[in-house]
């Protein structure tokens, strides 16, 4: 019931702008009914996307959706395609850089250093002994 109070919702707003825009109005039941029609073709496209996902973990023998099946049922929309690729990219990296702030916490924490400190400490070790 929210999701389909969200998306009643953002009908209203953007027929509101194309009100404002192209000097037209729309009737309240105009609204109900272009929310009702693009409510039941989300569900039905989820669905069809739900079955996709199905097969497709099914004919790799998995039962994990990857990215990479995502960006497979996208391929057809470039647009689409790009905004999955640079959002699982972001994704990616922000992974990477907890990963390595929680590393570099449990070194501290145990008292070890980085590897750029032990680095840092190997170099200054080497300087002082040449002198």
Do not use: W
Not at 52 to 73: N, P
């Amino acid at each position: 019931q929210r999701l389909k109070a969200a998306v009643h919702y953002t009908v209203g707003c953007l027929c509101q702008e194309v009100e404002e825009d192209k000097e037209v109005q729309f009737s309240k039941q105009s609204i109900a009914a272009i929310s009702e029609i693009t409510f039941r073709q989300c569900v039905s496209v989820s669905k069809n996307v739900k079955g996709c996902f199905l097969i497709l973990c099914r004919h790799a023998k998995r039962t994990t959706v990857t990215t990479e099946d995502v960006k497979l049922l996208a391929r057809r929309s470039n647009s689409l395609l790009k905004y999955i690729t640079q959002k699982s990219e972001e994704l990616a990296s922000s992974n990477m850089e907890q990963k390595e702030r929680k590393k570099k916490k449990s070194s501290a924490a145990k008292g070890e250093r980085t590897p750029g400190e032990r680095e840092a400490a190997v170099t200054e070790n080497e300087d002082s002994n040449m002198a």
